[in-house]
């Protein structure tokens, strides 16, 4: 199957660019990219990659369950970055929700470098945004 450029909105192909990070074959070098790779991982449901890449002080927030509901309920749009450091990723992602709404997940993620890997800690939600 040929993708026309990664989910993620790089402009670059799937299979070089989220892809073997999702299906584990390369480690994301940097926050930004794990980002990527993590809304990607929500556009193909793969819950492992999720769980494994969020922070183990972290893992215990989360549930398979809501997080395969949250990936597979929302129909995802878009990856949208709007800023960049080190160790944070502000970004918007849009989605159509359960009624077909257009809707976006507003974040600013923060993360940790870890034992040669980066992970996702924790982000600031703005809640109830309009489009
Ligand atoms: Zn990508």
Redesign the pocket.
């Known amino acids: 199957m040929v993708i026309q450029g990664?989910?993620?909105?790089?402009g670059?192909s799937?299979d070089q660019?989220?892809q073997p990070i999702v299906e584990g074959n390369h480690k994301a070098t940097t926050a930004e990219a794990l980002m990527?790779?993590r809304y990607?991982a929500y556009v193909v449901c793969n819950v492992d990659y999720l769980i494994a890449t969020t922070h183990s002080s972290q893992r215990e927030n989360y549930s398979r369950d809501e997080i395969a509901y949250w990936a597979t309920s929302n129909q995802w749009q878009r990856l949208e970055i709007i800023s960049v450091t080190q160790k944070t990723v502000e970004f918007k992602a849009y989605y159509l929700d359960t009624n077909n709404q257009l809707k976006v997940h507003h974040e600013h993620s923060r993360f940790v470098f870890e034992n040669g890997e980066w992970f996702y800690l924790d982000g600031d939600y703005f809640e109830n945004e309009t489009i």
Do not use: N, P
Request: glycine share 8%; aromatic share 16%; net charge positive.
């Open positions: 990664c989910f993620c909105g790089s670059i799937f660019c989220c990527r790779s990607v």
